[in-house]
């Protein structure tokens, strides 16, 4: 694909179009201006938005294949080989204020040598580290260095919000050992972030090592070796995740075992007072019959008499209880 020019890529509602200088900086693409291989395109779209999406639908510069994707139909993390250019969906933490981190923002991008078109709906965050390496200079100089430095970013959020997630897990695990139950679907949101997490990251790994293995024309042996460190951090994220799901499932457990132990504790209790109480009850309902013949019942200080033995009576099953070591 030669002869293209800031025409071929112009879209009035794009988020940005911007040109590499091949030396770590962009700037934007004017309509005159050339893209090769030395100086490709960044067009960076929302496909929701009318003139994006009539672009992607139409642009003779996309395969067939990759206007449904780029579109919005890619969820998962995929690679797909699409003759000269290659088609990638990643995943990356949501930063939006408004909801959670773990809803999940899909960034879709097809790439060859000349050109880089990425689309998404909502905000992706890394892309602004990115972004401000590029500005400043010091970004990729080619189309490879760009993807790396993508999946970089996109590894780094993943990265920080399973430590936030493990350190959340410390946190219940210290309340648990001072007999503090946590807040009622604390421990089952934390879990879904987890599965959640599992569910996309784990495809994502697998994406960055096939990008690492397979001879892609605009990656060289540098950028590769590169992309499998990434896979390989990935990778560990991973194995926390899986072992932070573990001790949910532990935590979980044990919160049960002491609601049960709470809950046995509990009628224990109400049977030992039951104990206690269950002879003065008896002779209390004894006495408590309106027929005649009551013993003590013409004496003055019958009731006073009664009463104290009441209390003779629970004082001395309460020693028996403790002495029997029920209590």
Excluded at 233 to 253: H, Q
Aim: glycine share 8%; with cysteine.
């Amino acid at each position: 694909m030669s002869g293209l020019t800031g025409r071929d890529f112009f879209v009035s509602d794009a988020v940005f179009t911007w040109r590499f200088d091949g030396m770590g900086g962009i700037a934007p693409l004017e309509q005159s201006e050339c893209v090769d291989k030395q100086h490709p395109c960044w067009l960076h779209l929302n496909y929701t938005h009318p003139q994006s999406a009539d672009w992607l639908a139409n642009s003779p510069l996309l395969p067939d294949m990759a206007r449904d994707l780029l579109a919005g139909e890619s969820l998962r993390p995929r690679v797909t080989r699409m003759g000269e250019g290659t088609f990638i969906t990643l995943r990356c933490i949501n930063g939006s204020t408004d909801e959670r981190p773990d809803q999940l923002v899909a960034m879709r991008m097809y790439i060859n040598e000349n050109m880089i078109i990425t689309s998404r709906q909502r905000q992706v965050l890394a892309l602004d580290d990115v972004i401000n390496d590029l500005k400043s200079g010091t970004g990729a100089k080619d189309v490879g260095g760009w993807l790396v430095d993508v999946c970089d970013a996109l590894t780094d959020h993943a990265s920080e919000f399973i430590e936030q997630l493990h350190d959340q897990i410390i946190d219940l695990e210290d309340d648990l050992l001072d007999q503090q139950i946590p807040q009622r679907g604390q421990l089952a949101l934390l879990r879904k972030q987890l599965i959640v997490m599992r569910r996309y990251m784990a495809p994502q790994r697998d994406v960055f090592a096939r990008l690492a293995s397979e001879r892609l024309p605009w990656m060289d042996d540098d950028e590769r070796r590169r992309m499998q460190d990434i896979a390989d951090r990935l990778g560990r994220g991973l194995d926390e995740i899986d072992a932070c799901i573990a001790r949910t499932a532990i935590m979980a457990d044990e919160i049960s075992q002491m609601m049960q132990e709470s809950l046995s504790r509990r009628s224990y209790t109400m049977s030992l007072m039951a104990m206690v109480f269950l002879p003065s009850t008896f002779l209390t309902g004894l006495f408590g019959v309106n027929l005649g013949g009551i013993p003590g019942g013409s004496w003055g200080f019958g009731f006073a008499f009664f009463c104290l033995m009441l209390v003779i009576l629970v004082v001395a099953v309460i020693v028996w209880l403790k002495r029997s070591n029920w209590l």
